[in-house]
């Protein structure tokens, strides 16, 4: 894929595809409830349609179609034993979240995804879940999948998780359902809340106090409605595409706004961005809005602590703005981005530095000395979707042509990603 600098602005709306989180949940949830669940503006993404098939292995119809998916929910016991292997393809959280379904069922399994999951620590997920008298173990011995995982009833826990992961907390707060009291997770800080909320309206009693939620195990969960609304992971790429091409001025269609995952808004007015939300609203406890965003002038700021946990995925893509910025940005305590689909710490420090920027790695983060002049490279995206993505908005920005090597990874979370960048330029 190769992308030449604007020499016009960008101008229009856009309506990004449904939250990928939340799409996985639902397909999830709306499996362990009894009755129908009906979910529309889901992402049709490979990781998503991954958990789809996991399911459908499980003895779970889903009927899935352009205007909506329909979850034949079985109940919390309703799932059987598959045939086969269950392949979560490139998707972390397919992986550790259905490892907690599965810890608590009457049937074993193995479960496996692609290259890079198998490179991705699952002894985060492990640990807790041995903690509740799981059977799970890592086939290779090295704490990462593929992963034999056999059922049987839990015991619930009070789990004090090291890392602030949405992950590995609705990895245990999903086993929790077949524990046998209350099963609680309290992070270092808050993660996003998306099991929370969701699993809440399909009838689960939680509980969340500061950055510990609890929950009651065997519920009886009921198919319920839902609108996943826009992923702010995805509009972040037309929010640093607006805020840095001059004259540009962008609408972004019912962003999902949860304030466990605006960071990237926070970081950008820090940095002096104009980004008005219009039309704010809620659904099903996400909030959600239109963002306005027009081209500013910016500067650096410092990102760090409980702020990471709510814009992980933004990181590499904030780079990105803050290579543009004029002063320093800092990120720290973001170690977290070296275990996701590549190590995207030192990815983002050699590809910006491969386009002109002032950059430096550090053990949890990175310092970028923006403002300086840049210019296209040939970035390799690693099969990363986000990195491709981040690349893909730096070289609208940088002088001459930037080439994205196996572009195509997009598909993961972004299937329309180009011809929606390809329509802002020609708005």
């Not at 919390?76 to 979240?97: E, K, Q, V």
């Not at 920027?357 to 923006?370: P, Q, R, S």
Request: glycine letters at 10%; one cysteine or more.
């Amino acid at each position: 894929m190769k992308i030449q600098k604007l020499s016009k602005p960008l101008r229009g709306e856009i309506t990004i595809p449904g939250d990928k989180s939340i799409s996985h949940r639902a397909v999830m949830f709306g499996a362990l409830a009894e009755g129908i669940t009906r979910v529309t503006n889901f992402l049709q993404g490979a990781d998503c349609l991954s958990t789809i098939s996991c399911f459908r292995n499980m003895g779970i119809q889903i009927d899935n179609s352009p205007e909506e998916i329909v979850i034949h929910g079985k109940g919390l016991h309703g799932l059987s034993a598959p045939a086969c292997t269950l392949d979560t393809g490139n998707s972390g959280t397919t992986t550790r979240l259905i490892s907690g379904i599965l810890a608590g069922q009457n049937f074993s399994c193995t479960l496996t995804g692609d290259e890079s999951i198998q490179s991705r620590p699952m002894g985060r997920i492990i640990k807790p879940l041995t903690m509740m008298g799981a059977s799970i173990e890592s086939v290779k011995g090295n704490n990462c999948a593929p992963l034999a995982i056999q059922g049987h009833p839990l015991h619930s826990i009070h789990y004090d998780s090291p890392v602030a992961s949405a992950q590995v907390k609705s990895c245990v707060l999903l086993a929790g359902l077949y524990g046998d009291g209350i099963t609680s997770v309290t992070e270092p800080y808050l993660s996003r809340n998306h099991t929370e909320l969701m699993l809440s309206h399909f009838g689960a009693q939680i509980t969340s106090e500061g950055s510990t939620a609890s929950i009651q195990a065997d519920p009886k969960l009921h198919g319920l409605d839902i609108a996943v609304p826009g992923d702010i992971s995805s509009a972040a790429y037309f929010i640093a595409a607006g805020l840095l091409v001059p004259g540009s001025e962008v609408l972004i269609r019912n962003v999902g706004i949860n304030p466990t995952r605006d960071g990237i808004l926070r970081v950008c007015r820090a940095m002096g961005a104009d980004i008005q939300l219009l039309n704010v609203k809620e659904a099903a406890g996400e909030p959600t809005a239109d963002l306005l965003v027009r081209h500013s002038t910016l500067h650096g700021t410092v990102i760090e602590g409980e702020l990471i946990p709510t814009l992980i995925d933004e990181i590499p893509v904030i780079a990105v703005i803050a290579a543009f910025a004029e002063g320093t940005t800092i990120i720290r305590n973001a170690e977290e981005l070296k275990v996701k689909e590549s190590n995207r710490l030192d990815i983002m420090v050699t590809e910006l530095k491969a386009m002109g920027c002032d950059i430096e790695g550090t053990d949890d983060g990175m310092i970028i000395h923006g403002g300086k002049p840049m210019h296209g490279a040939v970035i390799d995206s690693r099969l990363d979707h986000r990195i491709a993505m981040s690349f893909a908005i730096a070289g609208l920005a940088a002088d001459g042509e930037t080439e994205i090597l196996r572009g195509e990874c997009v598909n993961i979370s972004y299937p329309e990603f180009y011809s929606d960048l390809n329509r802002l330029q020609n708005a």
